[in-house]
């Protein structure tokens, strides 16, 4: 079985600081791990994904994510929070092979102050 | 990457209605996926539609309630039936692209019952 945790599901940050958001995943097969983030009103767009090469992962918008498999862990972090960084992000996990069934952290929604 | 559209963005129906939402892929699929969002919470998925079959439903998802039609590779409805105020939520289709091995999500249909 699969199963995302995300730490904290309120994250403030002032504008031009360190985002770090938290996520740990737990999973008996090799993983695939992604963060998505949903701006308000919108569906939900990929940031960036782990399928096995780099375990540093860069995405869209300054974001990147660091696969961690002793700590189980796929934190997401951006050097400099930007205003229109504000929105809610999930991680999420999958196996590797077989239906690409996604199982969804419970999110963080990232506020970022002036 | 797959374009994905839905139908209505959202609707606002009356208690004991049913309401059928639509999800056109600008891509042949092989697998698309039915999530719910519920207020302030994570995607839970509801099916996996698979063209030519019945769709696939997660525990605690019946077919009376949420039948789903898939007619061909780019297409498919989600129908919530006998809707009560508890399903008011965003509803996500998705689809899945082996080849990159992520999934692709729709803009989400906001629906509030009264």
């Known amino acids: 079985a699969q199963s995302v945790t995300q730490l904290g599901s309120h994250v403030s940050v002032s504008e031009g600081a360190l985002v770090l958001l938290r996520c740990n995943y737990s999973s008996s097969v090799p993983p695939y791990l992604f963060w998505y983030v949903q701006y308000p009103n919108q569906g939900l767009q990929l940031l960036l994904k782990y399928t096995s090469a780099a375990t540093l992962v860069k995405g869209i918008n300054g974001f990147e994510a660091e696969f961690k498999k002793s700590e189980t862990s796929f934190h997401l972090t951006k050097p400099s929070a930007h205003m229109s960084d504000a929105a809610e992000y999930f991680c999420?996990?999958?196996?590797?092979?077989?239906?690409?069934?996604?199982?969804f952290g419970t999110g963080t929604r990232l506020k970022v102050l002036a | 990457s797959a374009v994905i559209s839905q139908k209505p963005s959202r609707d606002i129906c009356q208690r004991g209605t049913s309401l059928t939402i639509q999800c056109q892929v600008d891509s042949q699929v092989t697998m698309m996926f039915w999530y719910r969002q519920q207020p302030g919470q994570s995607l839970t998925l509801i099916a996996t539609a698979n063209q030519g079959s019945e769709a696939t439903y997660e525990s605690g998802f019946v077919i009376d309630k949420f039948p789903i039609s898939r007619p061909n590779l780019t297409f498919s409805t989600l129908t919530v039936s006998n809707m009560s105020p508890e399903d008011s939520s965003i509803y996500l289709c998705?689809?899945?692209?082996?080849?990159?091995?992520?999934?692709?999500f729709g803009p989400g249909t906001r629906l509030t019952v009264l």
């Open positions: 999420a996990v999958t196996k590797r092979s077989g239906t690409y069934k996604y199982i």
């Open positions: 998705s689809v899945e692209d082996h080849r990159v091995g992520e999934q692709f």
